[in-house]
């Protein structure tokens, strides 16, 4: 059984200028609780040094549950949640041995690589475009700059604080 990776792919931010996945994501897609995944971490803290997992700290969990689509709630917890970089997902493979953690890991790994792969045909397009403009110079700025337009991702439209009264 492995993970859709549309799914996954939606699990992994940039916290700390890393990808990483969250210890509940990583646990659901494992089919555990998040405390089991934590306890055979911690069982194995060996395995994960600090360019493997870390604790996020408050204000980055802030920072992330408002520009996704993480529940505002805590859900219980008691402590922020540990991120895991690519080189963690690897790792738990190790300490977290079932069928199903086997087969999500799998999944995980090429999520991680179809998403560096993207990054790369990107930077790649960017590339080819800046050489393109230098070569046509301004006969083409405006379809340049349509194209850079379009490679830019949107930013969201942030929704105003406070009561509006109706008029």
């Known amino acids: 059984m492995s993970a859709p990776a549309e799914r996954i792919l939606q699990a992994i931010h940039h916290i700390r200028m890393e990808r990483v996945m969250l210890d509940a994501d990583l646990a659901t897609l494992y089919g555990v609780e ?43 917890r ?56 230098r070569k046509y110079d301004g006969q083409f700025r405006v379809v340049f700059e349509a194209i850079r337009e379009l490679m830019t991702p949107p930013t969201p439209a942030k929704k105003p604080i406070g009561f509006r009264p109706k008029r």
Do not use: C
Not at 110 to 128: I, P
């Open 34 to 76: 998040t405390r089991v995944l934590i306890q055979a971490v911690k069982r194995n803290l060996e395995r994960f040094p600090s360019d493997f997992m870390f604790q996020i700290t408050d204000q980055e969990w802030t920072d992330l549950k408002s520009q996704s689509v993480i529940s505002s709630s805590w859900g219980g």
């Open 78 to 133: 008691r402590t922020a949640p540990y991120a895991f970089t690519e080189l963690g997902v690897a790792m738990l493979s190790s300490v977290l041995n079932s069928e199903r953690a086997i087969q999500a890991n799998i999944s995980i790994m090429r999520a991680f690589t179809q998403l560096r792969g993207m990054l790369t045909a990107h930077a790649d397009l960017a590339r080819k475009m800046e050489s393109l403009e």
